[in-house]
């Protein structure tokens, strides 16, 4: 199957301030990707879901001022929490649809862990 | 998109057959139904979907009622690797990838 890579894989940060995520598509052309939120002893959550090149579509509840995503290649994606405050720990997952991916399937990345001091 | 039910954990002895449920009693005639599977700390994996016939990969086997109601995600041969939490999501197919919502999914055990 398609690799997706996240970097950094853990980031331990500051409140207050940003950190950016990074979702590549290694092998493939993503024209979607998909950014999830998972808390400890839960499910997944999606946040938000970007098309290349467009505005990212959010989902209900999630600031997009907050979560700013860029989605500015067929193989990049970035999340950027800014202002970060320790509620915004979690594990951030990215995942990507599109070239070999059957109709309808994602690939998901191995996830990034943020811990906010 | 339709609401799914899966038991909260399953057990299975390594080696054998996990059969694991999920219920889609609200599921529409164009939503599609996925499994994807998430070991602890890392991304979900797809597994398999399929819309109402039975289909079948090299990872496993998916049962749909001909009702579509319901569905059987089926691991012919478990071992200790596949322990993980099962995901059985509802949704449609889209070309540019679907919109999926993750319940809670089942806790799959191996035993050995």
């Known amino acids: 199957g398609a690799v997706v890579s996240q970097h950094p894989s853990w980031v331990i940060c500051k409140s207050g301030t940003s950190v950016k995520i990074e979702c590549r598509s290694l092998?493939?052309?993503?024209?979607?990707m998909f950014w999830y939120r998972q808390f400890p002893k839960q499910s997944l959550m999606l946040m938000a879901t970007s098309n290349e090149g467009s505005k990212a579509t959010y989902e209900q509840g999630v600031e997009k001022d907050k979560f700013l995503i860029n989605h500015a290649s067929l193989t990049l994606s970035t999340l950027t929490v800014t202002s970060a405050h320790p509620e915004d720990s979690s594990f951030y997952i990215c995942s990507a649809s599109g070239g070999l991916a059957e109709e309808g399937e994602q690939f998901f990345g191995p996830g990034t862990r943020l811990t906010v001091l | 998109d339709a609401k799914t039910t899966q038991p909260t954990s399953m057990d299975c002895a390594e080696g054998r057959a996990a059969n694991l449920p999920c219920n889609h009693s609200?599921?529409?005639?164009?939503?599609?139904v996925y499994w994807y599977r998430q070991i602890h700390s890392q991304g979900p994996q797809y597994i398999i979907h399929g819309l109402k016939n039975n289909e079948t990969n090299e990872m496993a086997s998916l049962i749909i009622t001909e009702d579509r109601k319901s569905s059987t995600l089926i691991l012919p041969h478990a071992t200790l690797r596949d322990t993980a939490v099962y995901y059985c999501?509802?949704?449609?197919?889209?070309?540019?990838?679907?919109?999926?919502?993750f319940g809670e999914g089942t806790q799959l055990t191996v035993n050995p």
């Open positions: 609200t599921i529409s005639g164009n939503e599609y």
């Open positions: 092998d493939f052309q993503a024209t979607t």
């Open positions: 999501i509802v949704s449609r197919e889209e070309t540019s990838g679907s919109r999926l919502t």
